[in-house]
């Protein structure tokens, strides 16, 4: 993946941070992808009714050439009668009419298979921990839900009526070729294991092609989701020529593992035929010695022929069944890998009614699996209705401390409380919903305003409460300008609203959320003077009786807290107000002092600016 694209870069440092790569995928076979696929509880009456319709066309099929015999053993036109064409005719519409009906119900089943499929997969992807995405490119867990499904469906769909039909039709045919005459039966199953040597290592091979075929378009959505949704960065940065060679690796790479896929496939069609060719061979001319002894008459070597037939096309069908059946198992596996991903359960722990308490620390560390420790030690205590505001260096822990009491991670030692109790005793989902959140660059989803200030909001906002927000949250100035006001549709990310605007949404959210304590990831540091002043009245309108933890990059942000952290390389080293650190704590000092420095550029270029526009 080029290093051009942000995400793909942010996703990069996650996978580094957790330390550990995923865990080895099960190894799918065919008791996994039936155990896979009885999971998704097929209608069991249409499956029965099909089945059954198949035996009835499958029955109706197996008349004709006993029909056929007679008539040829017996011929003359005096004992043909209108009743013996009306009952082949019949026979044959029976089988036609069974045959079609079936396959339509075999497919709906498999319809409702793969949707049950997809929904178990959409509620697995909804109940994974962060941890999982840290490990795992998006574009990868999309192509899960979509490529991976859409082979299942391919062969449930496509190949499994052909499969079951032509089980049927082959067994039926086979039983009644034993009546017939043993001995040319016996022949003909002396191609059965013939076949099988051909089969089996082409489709070991189909396996091992579809599975890395499966890998190449997980890593090549990757690449093109990455690509996609950071295009502004690559054409800003020139990269246009980086990412279409990255783009065309994946591209070729995929063209090649689909001629080798094709190389085998073409194997089989031949090796079928050929098998095919010389069983009609042996049994034309074995039979035609057989008829001419006196051992069978001329029907029953035609019947004999027609029952050949009725296995020798379901044998093909067979064969292609068995062939997109390898191609499912890479599919199979990704699948299952992803349902066997540890989930959050949301409900286990007592319900949390208010997080209006002390929420402390108490020598809390952690560490990504196998990697070095990210917080050490960190003892401190939030107190309801107080600001605390965390600064320090880059990468010194603030962000992950942030997950920590989001509880997207468990600490590797130590505990948080609140109110004296671990908060991991309370739900998961009672415990986030008294949480709000506003990040540096506020997320949006494709949608309306409207759909974006109520986001994960389970009860529905009035009128009153949605204008309210917005008005606290400084944003229904510019809402109120647009054309469709809150049903305007803000675009994939927010894109279509400026940055000022997608954090004022954000904020009208965590208004509408009314959480108990609320997380600042700085929340102006992007913005430009006049919309970090709106956004800072709208940001005190929502911290106004509320736990408030903030991470802050800029010096207006924590002067007025009433305790502020320094954190460095995971460790607190200084506590207190701003003026204690001004006097005990050397970093701060220094980070206090070059941002009044860049305030007061700042303040002199806004300055020069507004006497050269008078002038």
């Known amino acids: ?52 319709l198949s035996l009835v066309a499958t029955a109706a099929g197996l008349v004709v050439p006993m029909a056929t015999k007679q008539f040829i053993d017996g011929f003359s036109l005096s004992q043909l009668s209108a009743m013996h064409i009306v009952l082949l ?57 979509t490529s991976d499904t859409l082979v299942v469906r391919g062969l449930i769909t496509d190949h499994l009526v052909g499969f079951i039909t032509g089980i049927i039709s082959a067994a039926g045919a086979l039983v009644l070729l034993l009546l017939l005459d043993w001995r040319m039966t016996l022949i003909l199953l002396v191609a059965i294991p013939l076949l099988a040597g051909i089969m089996v290592p082409l489709g070991i091979r189909m396996h091992r092609i579809a599975k890395a075929t499966q890998d190449e378009t997980a890593a090549f959505s990757g690449h093109l989701n990455n690509v996609v949704s950071e295009v502004r960065l690559v054409k800003a940065s020139g990269a246009e020529g980086r990412e279409l060679q990255e783009g065309m690796k994946g591209i070729r790479s995929l063209q090649k593992l689909g001629v080798r896929e094709g190389a085998a496939g073409a194997m089989i069609g031949p090796a079928v035929s050929l098998t095919i060719m010389l069983m009609l061979v042996i049994i034309i001319g074995y039979g035609g010695v057989r008829v001419s002894s006196g051992a069978i008459t001329a029907g029953d070597l035609v019947a004999f022929i027609l029952y050949l037939m009725q296995i020798i096309m379901p ?152 204008k309210e927000a917005a008005r606290l949250a400084y944003a229904d100035e ?14 994939e990310r ?57 991470i802050a990059h800029r010096l207006s942000t924590v002067v007025d807290a009433d305790q502020i952290l320094f954190v460095e390389k995971g460790r607190i080293t200084g506590r207190g107000t701003h003026e204690e650190l001004l006097a005990s704590h050397d970093l701060y000092r220094e980070f206090a002092t070059r941002q009044l420095r860049t305030a007061e550029q700042q303040s002199l270029v806004a300055e020069d600016t507004e006497n050269q526009s008078r002038l």
């Open 478 to 491: 510019f809402i109120s300008e647009l054309p469709e006001g809150y049903d305007t549709q803000v675009g």
């Open 89 to 145: 005719v019949l026979f044959f519409l029976l089988q036609a009419a069974g045959g079609a009906y079936s396959s339509y119900l075999l497919a709906r089943i498999g319809q409702h298979v793969v949707a049950s499929l997809r929904e178990r997969l959409w509620r697995k992807l909804m109940a994974l921990p962060v941890p999982y995405y840290d490990r795992h490119q998006t574009g990868e867990t999309v192509s899960r839900m």
């Open 1 to 52: 993946m080029s290093s051009t694209t942000a995400s793909s870069a942010a996703n990069n440092r996650r996978q580094k941070a957790a330390g550990s790569e995923a865990k080895p995928e099960p190894r799918a076979n065919w008791r996994s992808f039936i155990r896979l696929i009885a999971d998704t509880k097929p209608p069991r009456k249409l499956a029965a009714t099909a089945l059954g």
């Open 315 to 466: 044998l093909s069908q067979i064969a292609v069944f068995f062939t997109q059946f390898n191609k499912a198992m890479g599919a199979t596996e990704r699948i299952n890998a992803t349902l066997a991903e540890p989930e959050e359960n949301f409900a286990a722990g007592r319900e949390l009614k208010r997080a209006q308490l002390p929420i402390s620390a108490e020598g809390v560390g952690f560490a990504y699996e196998n990697g070095e420790p990210i917080l050490q030690g960190m003892d401190f205590t939030l107190h309801p209705g107080q600001v605390t505001a965390i600064v320090g260096p880059s990468g010194g822990g603030k962000t992950t401390l942030f997950s920590l009491l989001e509880r997207y991670y468990e600490p590797t030692e130590g505990s948080l409380l609140i109110g004296g109790e671990p908060i991991g005793s309370y739900s998961l989902a009672s415990w986030r919903s008294r949480i709000g959140y506003v990040a540096q660059e506020s997320p949006l989803m494709a949608g309306t305003i409207r759909e974006n200030m109520t986001y994960g909001i389970e009860r529905t906002p009035s009128e009153e409460e949605l």
């Open 494 to 550: 927010g894109i279509k609203l400026s940055g000022g605007q997608r954090q004022r949404i954000g904020i009208a959210r965590a208004l509408l959320r009314a959480p108990d304590l609320l997380l600042l990831d700085e929340a102006t540091s992007a913005l430009d003077s006049q919309s970090e002043i709106i956004v800072q009245q709208a940001l005190g309108n929502l911290m106004e009786g509320r736990t408030t933890v903030v």
